[in-house]
Structures are given as structure tokens and as C-alpha cells.
């Protein structure tokens, strides 16, 4: 995929973990914040999609600059809040990641389907997307809204 758009994530890819294999906070934030343009090409079809993201990104990114050495891994910040017993808050920055993680893993299915069925309408593709990797961990509202509208809201739920 040299000269795509996705050759900046493929190259930050390279630099996410330490020597010791520690996902480090900032690089894989950075990573995670290219595919932001990426989901304007899409239009309104994506706009939830890249507010969710772009909020749990920002809300690791708040926590990271409180101590920048402290959280130098994205291990440390989840480990606190486990210690603290705050993990499961809906507004914790453990839930932030397993929501952005989510997030990415649909985006890179709806991705996938997209080169592999040229075929497919958008609908189709997110659907298929949705199906496989985000349906599981929404409740029926959330997955009406989505066959409703084609696209829903990924994070925090």
C-alpha cells in the first residue's frame, strides 16, 4: 500500500511498542489519530464513527500529559485504574481503549471489505464490518440504530 493513504499508520506502526514490546501511549495515540482524516473522506457516514475515536483519543491523550513519564505505557494508566478499583468507569481511560481498540478493529474490517468486495455498497460493507467485530458489545438499540443508519457510534458503550 505504498503512497495510500493508510502508508503514514503502516509506517508509526514500526515505532508503537518499546525494545521491551510495551505499547508506548504517545506513538500508538499517534497512530491512532491518522485515520481521522481518513474517516473525513467518508463524509456524514462516518462522522460518529470519527467522534468516538477522536474522543477516546483525546481522553488517553488528557490523562498522558498529566505525567507524561508515568504514562509512558498505555499498561500503566489501565493498571492504576484496576489498583484504584475505577477500570470499569465509563469514563475511565480503560474504557477509552477498549472502545478506540473496537473501534479499530471494525475500521479495519470495513477496510478490508472495502478492497475485497468493490462491489459492495457502503452500507453493505459496514454492516458485514459491524457484524464481525462491534454487534457483540452493543445492545439491540445500538444495533437497531446502526441497521437503521448504516453507520453508528462505536465507543462507549
Do not use: Q
Not at 41 to 48: E, P, Q, T, V
Not at 73 to 88: F, I, N, P, R
Not at 90 to 118: I, K, Q
Request: proline share 4%.
Amino acid at each position: 500500500m505504498e503512497g495510500s493513504v493508510f502508508t503514514p499508520s503502516l509506517e508509526g506502526m514500526k515505532h508503537i511498542k518499546s525494545p521491551e514490546g510495551e505499547m508506548l501511549t504517545k506513538p500508538f495515540l499517534d497512530v491512532c489519530k491518522l485515520i481521522l482524516p481518513v474517516l473525513d473522506k467518508f463524509g456524514s457516514a462516518m462522522s460518529l464513527v470519527k467522534s468516538d475515536v477522536g474522543g477516546n483519543i483525546s481522553r488517553l491523550e488528557k490523562k498522558y500529559e498529566t505525567d507524561p513519564a508515568k504514562y509512558n505505557h498505555l499498561y500503566s494508566m489501565v493498571k492504576e485504574e484496576v489498583d484504584c478499583k475505577t477500570a470499569t468507569d465509563s469514563s475511565s481511560c480503560t474504557n477509552g481503549l477498549l472502545w478506540l481498540t473496537r473501534a479499530m478493529d471494525f475500521l479495519v474490517e470495513l477496510f478490508r471489505n472495502l478492497l475485497a468486495h468493490p462491489d459492495w455498497t457502503m452500507t453493505e460493507s459496514c454492516t458485514d464490518s459491524y457484524g464481525k467485530t462491534l454487534k457483540r458489545f452493543h445492545g439491540w438499540i445500538a444495533s437497531s440504530a446502526f441497521t437503521n443508519t448504516g453507520c453508528i457510534e462505536v465507543g462507549s458503550r
